[in-house]
């Protein structure tokens, strides 16, 4: 069965002070890796995707990262705008055109001014 | 603006009741999908529909049901028999895409 794991649950940082957060995953034949961000009583808005591992992408202060069992979302001198829970999620290989989508149970992320 | 509408953002309902969520989506995706998403679990995929008149369980399909009569909507019923409403319900489509989301209905039952 395939697994997403996420850590920390929850974290707090000062303005300015990078950290990572990140994404462990077990499943068959990933066809991609997905990043979102949610904010409180919105929908996940799009991020990242990643397709195979040492790939990176950057957009802003964020930066995700990809090896064969985890992946990483670094963020860089974070302001309180990035406050929001961060979603991971993996995308396995199916037949039938369905290829199932598991989601991790978030990060939430706290930048404190 | 190409998106995906939820109404309402919020409902309330009597235990017993069925009732309604919107899903209404305007990117010309083939595929549409309802999650639920409660505190500390990943989203659940409910139902899901890669094309019109047609449509899939997901992995906690009981107690709901769906239609596809149009490629532009996905409604939902919550049906009086699950047994924990009380969740919030996100939609989303898919094309040549990661899944897009609506922004939700915050659906209570008392």
């Known amino acids: 069965e395939d697994q997403v794991t996420q850590s920390p649950e929850a974290l707090r940082l000062q303005e300015g002070e990078s950290s990572s957060l990140n994404c462990s995953y077990t499943?068959?034949?990933?066809?991609?890796l997905f990043w979102y961000r949610q904010d409180p009583g919105k929908g996940p808005e799009f991020l990242f995707t990643?397709?195979?591992a040492g790939e990176e992408k950057e957009k802003e202060r964020l930066k995700a990262t990809l090896t064969k069992k985890e992946s990483f979302l670094h963020i860089t001198a974070p302001k309180p705008e990035d406050s929001a829970t961060y979603l991971c999620?993996?995308?396995?290989?199916?037949?039938?055109?369905?290829?199932?989508?598991?989601f991790g149970t978030g990060t939430k992320l706290q930048v404190i001014p | 603006d190409g998106g995906i509408t939820q109404s309402p953002k919020y409902l309330f309902r009597k235990e017993g009741q069925n009732v309604t969520l919107s899903c209404e989506q305007n990117?010309?995706?083939?595929?549409m999908y309802w999650y639920r998403q409660d505190p500390g679990q990943g989203l659940r995929l409910i139902y899901y529909?890669?094309?019109?008149?047609?449509?899939q369980k997901g992995d906690i399909a009981e107690g709901y049901s769906v239609s596809r009569e149009k490629k532009e909507s996905f409604p939902l019923t919550v049906t009086s028999a699950q047994k924990n409403p009380t969740a919030f319900y996100l939609c989303?489509?898919?094309?040549?895409?990661?899944?897009?989301f609506g922004n939700g209905t915050r659906l209570t039952v008392t």
């Open positions: 499943v068959s034949g990933l066809r991609g």
């Open positions: 989303a489509s898919k094309g040549n895409s990661p899944l897009h």
């Open positions: 990643l397709y195979s």
């Open positions: 529909s890669q094309i019109v008149n047609d449509f």
């Open positions: 999620a993996v995308q396995a290989g199916g037949s039938g055109g369905y290829q199932k989508v598991t």
């Open positions: 990117l010309n995706h083939d595929a």
